[in-house]
Every structure is written in structure tokens, then in C-alpha cells.
């Protein structure tokens, strides 16, 4: 029954790259090795033992990440690794899950509101290799280069990254990326990349960080194909989720 199980499971990830123009594609190319120590907030989302999405920690008992993560799936199948710089579950430290909430208008044919959080059920112990980001409820520069990081795949049609990855891509405008990608880009969206292209996330990359100066801004929701010219990622635009967020996060604490 396992065995079927992590079966459908892989066949579900590598059928996420589908590449039809100006499609939502749930989804580090053109990156660099770094290590956990450098990037300490973000974390794997473990199902069945396997990657599955990526998080960042914004306090000691929950993870941001991204809707399409966590719908369909129980909490009780999730794991959280935190301070390992593989996508293997015996790196770092497994946390079991309490609770799941996601943005009650996340609609997962547009991608729309796409964040969602992880309630773990214990503290984590913060170190050097396992810290809390804080979220920037404020709007970015156009043109501010931002970091991306996770374990996704570095091509894209895969394979995903064996170990932790990152890179860094320019804030790119709002309209601008409306007339790439379409009206399909709303107001909770922001963009990011390179128009040439060459760098971006990928699948397996979701609901990972989009940080700028030690601040998250966005989180990694879609985008068309990977690292194409003209077709910047697509995040969850924080400053705009901001207030459902904070709201949340009071009524849990």
C-alpha cells in the first residue's frame, strides 16, 4: 500500500510541469548550492517522507507557505524538516502537524489568494541553522532584486535538487507582468525574474520563500513553464495577504 501510495505521489509531482502558454503552473533553475546556516527560515515540507513543498518559519509554531500545498491533503500525512540543507528526511529535525489553515478565497483554478499556514505541534528550538523571518507588510520596489531558494527542480522538466538552492531575481512591475502573463495576474500576485530568463523557481519550489533584506515578501505560487524568457515567476504578494495573515496569526495565539 506504501508503495502505491509514494508512487502516485511521484507520479503527481512530475505531472505538475504543464507548459501550455499562460497557464498556472503550481512550481530553483539557474541557482547556486548554498547551505540551511544561510537561509535558516526556510524548510521542506515533507509528505510520505518526500519533499513536497517548501516554507518559510514565522514563529517558533508556524509555517507560511502556499494554499495549493496544503489543500487536499490532511495535516496528519505532513511533516515539517527544518535546519537540513538536503530534501532527505534524516537531515535536519522532523516536526509532526497540528493544524492547517489556507485563505478561505484561495481558488485553485486561478491560483488567487494562494497562502496558507502550518501550525506545528511543538516549538521549534531556534538556532543557527533553524531562525524565524519576518513579514514585510510593505509594498516592493520595482526592480529590488529579492532570493529565492528551495528544492525544486533545476531544469524544467526536472530532475529537483538534491540539495538547497538559490538565487536572486528582480521585483518586476505590475503591468508589466500583466501584459506578459495575462489578466490572470491579480492585485495578490507579484512577480519576479529575469525577462531574458535563465533563473526562476520551479516545481517542488511552492509555497518557499521570496525574501528581500532578511523580510519575506512573497511566496512562490506559479508560473509558466520555468525560467522562460518573458514569463517571470509568479508569488503571493505578502503586502496585500498581510492583513489576513496577522489576523489569523492573533486569533491563534
Same mark, same amino acid.
Given at each position: 500500500?506504501m508503495?502505491?501510495?509514494?508512487?502516485?505521489?511521484?507520479?503527481?509531482?512530475? !505531472?505538475?510541469c504543464?507548459? +501550455?502558454?499562460?497557464r498556472?503552473?503550481?512550481?530553483?533553475?539557474?541557482g547556486?548550492p548554498?547551505?540551511?546556516s544561510?537561509?535558516?527560515?526556510?524548510? !521542506?515540507? *515533507?509528505?510520505?517522507?518526500?519533499?513536497?513543498?517548501?516554507?518559510?518559519?514565522i514563529? /517558533?509554531?508556524t509555517?507560511?507557505?502556499?494554499?495549493?500545498?496544503?489543500?487536499?491533503?490532511?495535516?496528519?500525512?505532513l511533516?515539517v524538516?527544518?535546519?537540513g540543507?538536503?530534501r532527505?528526511?534524516?537531515d535536519?529535525?522532523?516536526? !509532526? $502537524?497540528?493544524?492547517l489553515?489556507?485563505?478561505?478565497?484561495?481558488?485553485a483554478?486561478?491560483?488567487d489568494?494562494d497562502? @496558507?499556514?502550518?501550525r506545528?505541534r511543538n516549538?521549534?528550538?531556534?538556532?543557527n541553522?533553524? /531562525? +524565524?523571518?519576518? $513579514?514585510?507588510?510593505? /509594498?516592493? %520596489?520595482?526592480?529590488?532584486?529579492?532570493t529565492i +531558494?528551495?528544492w525544486?527542480?533545476?531544469?524544467?522538466?526536472?530532475?529537483?535538487?538534491? @540539495?538547497?538552492r538559490? %538565487?536572486?531575481?528582480?521585483?518586476?512591475? *505590475?503591468?508589466?507582468?500583466r501584459n506578459l502573463?495575462?489578466?490572470?495576474?491579480?492585485d495578490?500576485?507579484?512577480?519576479?525574474?529575469?525577462l531574458?530568463?535563465?533563473?526562476? %523557481?520551479? *516545481?517542488m519550489?511552492?509555497? @518557499?520563500?521570496l #525574501? $528581500?533584506?532578511?523580510?519575506?515578501? @512573497?511566496i512562490? #505560487? &506559479?508560473?509558466?513553464?520555468?525560467?522562460? %524568457?518573458?514569463?517571470?515567476?509568479?508569488?503571493?504578494?505578502?503586502?496585500?495577504?498581510?492583513? &489576513?495573515?496577522?489576523?489569523?496569526?492573533?486569533?491563534?495565539?
Amino acid at each position: 500500500m506504501m508503495g502505491k501510495l509514494l508512487l502516485i505521489l511521484l507520479l503527481y509531482h512530475f !505531472s505538475l510541469c504543464s507548459c +501550455a502558454e499562460n497557464r498556472p503552473d503550481p512550481r530553483i533553475v539557474g541557482g547556486f548550492p548554498t547551505d540551511i546556516s544561510n537561509i535558516p527560515y526556510i524548510v !521542506s515540507i *515533507q509528505l510520505y517522507g518526500i519533499h513536497h513543498c517548501g516554507g518559510s518559519i514565522i514563529n /517558533k509554531r508556524t509555517i507560511l507557505t502556499a494554499a495549493h500545498c496544503l489543500t487536499g491533503v490532511s495535516h496528519r500525512l505532513l511533516k515539517v524538516k527544518v535546519g537540513g540543507t538536503s530534501r532527505y528526511h534524516n537531515d535536519g529535525e522532523l516536526f !509532526s $502537524v497540528a493544524d492547517l489553515h489556507t485563505h478561505e478565497k484561495y481558488n485553485a483554478k486561478t491560483m488567487d489568494y494562494d497562502i @496558507g499556514i502550518i501550525r506545528l505541534r511543538n516549538n521549534l528550538t531556534l538556532s543557527n541553522k533553524v /531562525k +524565524a523571518i519576518p $513579514v514585510n507588510p510593505k /509594498k516592493i %520596489a520595482d526592480g529590488t532584486y529579492a532570493t529565492i +531558494a528551495g528544492w525544486g527542480f533545476k531544469s524544467m522538466n526536472g530532475p529537483p535538487s538534491d @540539495g538547497l538552492r538559490y %538565487a536572486r531575481v528582480p521585483i518586476v512591475n *505590475q503591468t508589466a507582468c500583466r501584459n506578459l502573463l495575462g489578466k490572470i495576474v491579480t492585485d495578490r500576485m507579484l512577480c519576479a525574474g529575469y525577462l531574458r530568463g535563465g533563473t526562476d %523557481a520551479c *516545481q517542488m519550489d511552492s509555497g @518557499g520563500p521570496l #525574501s $528581500v533584506r532578511e523580510q519575506l515578501v @512573497g511566496i512562490v #505560487s &506559479w508560473g509558466v513553464g520555468c525560467a522562460l %524568457a518573458d514569463k517571470p515567476g509568479v508569488y503571493s504578494r505578502l503586502d496585500s495577504l498581510y492583513p &489576513w495573515l496577522n489576523k489569523l496569526l492573533n486569533k491563534l495565539t
